[in-house]
């Protein structure tokens, strides 16, 4: 029990700092793909500090500055209800379903933070964000699915225990294309290219972060290193068997390159053009996956 | 005198004192309604079993899902009542109609045979539309017609199918019928459950009966559009309950043909269940009013509850009750916030709002609370329902329905986000700058409901307790797998009480990271980065077609549209007659006589006929 308790007080922090690292290190990448030399891979362990020890920080009021705080315990919540590397912490306590409505509290309050900051910049970058979470979430949820009715239950323990045995009992094998389905939709929940309108620092002013700076923006930092672990932990769990603990972070990591190689290729859709994009294909995979699932 | 005497004349009496005395003081009126009500519920929860009343000879009792739907009419009424108190300006006819109307509703929720029912029905559904048109204007006098009209339709419906029902196992009373159904020829059975799904359809807002909704939700007096959406509506699906589990469990819907192990009649509905959900979240996304926006909502989140009835089975039930609970608390609560910006402001027109949450932080907070669980946060009312229909529906194999249903709820996040943003957040406009606060009695009613949408969205097992003895009480299939605050179903589970004890931790963790930052510096709302595309402070509301790039994709299924087919139908209809009409009222003279030449003939003929 005071494992368990030590454990979920230190693993926010641990992957505060390897999301950061992450974050680096997709610099570091894309600059070697755009044949740059790029900054350190610890680059934004400094940017975060640096923030966080801004002076004057610009502030709207009570919401805006909940906005951030918010996001981050929506995202330390949401880490706590996946199990990573073999350790369930609360992840008998909800699941896949649960955790799909907890991911959705940090963004919620970040957006009612960025609305009282009364830019429209932000309020068209949430709006954006909005319309692509309706995509994605839609293929998200079609792929889910299949993983719950193949599995027969819903709990990421009982996905992880059957996937359990070498490579080839992962659930990315039986289930390829809602996987594949998946994958897609993570580039939007990720927020890569050529899914990254919300943010579009050429058009809205990076949108929804135009208001935040200081602090504040530091604490957006520590929530993308969050969340990019979260949801490629999802993968992981879903499709890649989980794992032990650096085994986790690897398969994790894997995940996020792929991300980021198409990342560094690819120009950005027009919202709509996104939008429609998830509508369409992704999702028509995702349903010829789930339509396989459900007759054998 | 029985008690069920005594909380009629307590409706009856309450309301005519209201009409008459509400003449001689502003607040009178309110203070008598609460009085009223105040009555009626203490007499509400020490009700007997059983009434009967000689001649006329009608039925009453109360049993556990009367109880539940009445302690929701009148909470939810007495609370709007007290919310009442800040709009002195409503006319006595309006408080008469109102008394009028919660006792018809609970009079119909403990009317236990087919004549009780039915006067009930068409009073509770008569109060509305007096209050709907209140004092007239061609828009409002639309809207009410509009109703009317629908009303009338439904009233038909369920008039018609309590008549086959009636005829057929002869007899009046729930129970006789309950009993005598087996014996039924199942055509008719099947008809006359088909008619009264249909009937209640159209008060429960479901598609395609939900048009008169939005128009009757933007016009009706705005703190009683609250009571219509949160609560009234909520009749239809407990009439919707009585067809389909009450009067259709009993026949064994088992041997009708299957599809995923659900019966057809099920599998039908979850679909009209699900695709109302779903269309009219989308077209909540697009509207410019927020009460119509919330009209919208209204109807989608209405799709859930027929969705779960639907799927049919113990978890389906047990979510789909639930969700009729939770429905009724945030949607009251989002229509008198609502009506309190409305009040405030003047206008419920999004593009004209904004940046209120400087001006009225209370309604703000509320406003989220209630989005919170309209959304399906956990921690709120809202998420355990939602929840449950989600874990029935991918446990029957409801694929294509669960898929919809979840974009349905995606499309939440959409058209919440625009409801709070145009309103409470973005810059203020120079108008509203001397807006204040709502009066208590408004605000109050804000904290009144918000404590069981915190109380049952952490303990959910204290309602799942109610829901198990209704199944138990109609033979259904019940979830029994729950305590206080954890439920389990054969998929997965969720506690409650955990994830909200860990939000506050993780709470505290943000804050923490809040106070290791340096201080901040308040600034002016003016005081925004925008990119050098102006110079000097602006006035840029967001407001006016907040997902104008979504509506330009959505645009062929937003084409689709049932009241243009009722249109054409319309239009259809009165061109028919119209070339009947023409060719029989040709103004010819002779063309008469023939007529009357005819019928001459016909009458003397059908009198030889008779005679021999």
Redesign the interface.
Known sequence: MTGQILWAIFMPILVIIIGLIYMGLARKITARIHNRYGPPFYQNIIDVIKLFSKKDVANHGVMFSLGPVIAVAGMVISLLFIPIGNRPLLSFNGDIIVLLYLLVIAPLGMALGVGEGANPNGAIGIARALTLMLGYEVVLVIAAVAVMIHAGSASFMEIIRQQQGGVAHWFIWPLFLSALATDIALQAILGEKPFDQPIAPHEIASGPMVEYGGKFLGMLQIYHAIAIIVETGIFVNLFLGGGSLVWWFVKSFAVFFVALLINAVMPRFRIGQAFKFYWTYPAAIGLVGLIIVAIT | MNPYELLAAVFGLGAILTYLLGHFDRHLKTWLTLITLALATYIFLHLPNEYSLESPSLLFGIDKLSWLFGILTLGLGTIVAFALLAYPELSPNFYFMFILNIGASIFLLLSRDLVAFFLMWELMSWTIFAMILGDGGAERGRAATKYLVWSAIGAAFILFAFAILAKSTNSFEWSGIVAGISQMPSGWRVAAIALLIAGFAVKAAIMPMHTWVPDAYAESPHPFTAFLSGVLSKLGIYGIFLAFFVLSARFELVNMPKIFGTHIFGYILAWIGALTAFGASLIAIKQEHAKRLLAWSSISQLGYILFGFGIGSAIGIAGALFHAVSHALFKTLLFLILAGVIKRTGTDRMAELG?L??KM?LS?IFA?VGG?AL????MTIG?PSK?LI??AA?HQ?F?FT??LI??AS??V??YY??F??SI????LHANHQDVKEVPFPIWFSYILISIPIFWLGLFPGKAMQIFAEIAEQFDLPAVTNFTAT?ITTP?????AL??GL??FA??A???L??F????????H???????GEADEPVK???GQR??Y??E??LKPLYRISVEKIYQFVAEFTRFVADQVRKGFFCGNAQAYLYYMTIFIVILVFAIWRIKL
Do not use: C, M
């Not at chain 2, 959304?375 to 956990?378: E, H, V």
């Not at chain 2, 709302?525 to 990119?531: G, K, N, P, V």
């Open positions: 940046g949450i400087k932080p703000f989220v919170l959304a399906g946060i956990p998420f929840w989600y874990e991918i194999g694929i669960t898929v979840f974009a995606t499309a996040f959409l986000y625009r709070v943003f409470f957040l973005g810059e954890t998929l997965g589970s969720f506690n955990i994830v860990v939000f993780s709470f963790f943000g804050l990271l809040y290791i930052g340096g201080r901040t510096r308040k600034v709302q003016y005081d925004t980065f925008l990119a840029l509301h967001y907040f997902f790039f979504l330009r994709e």
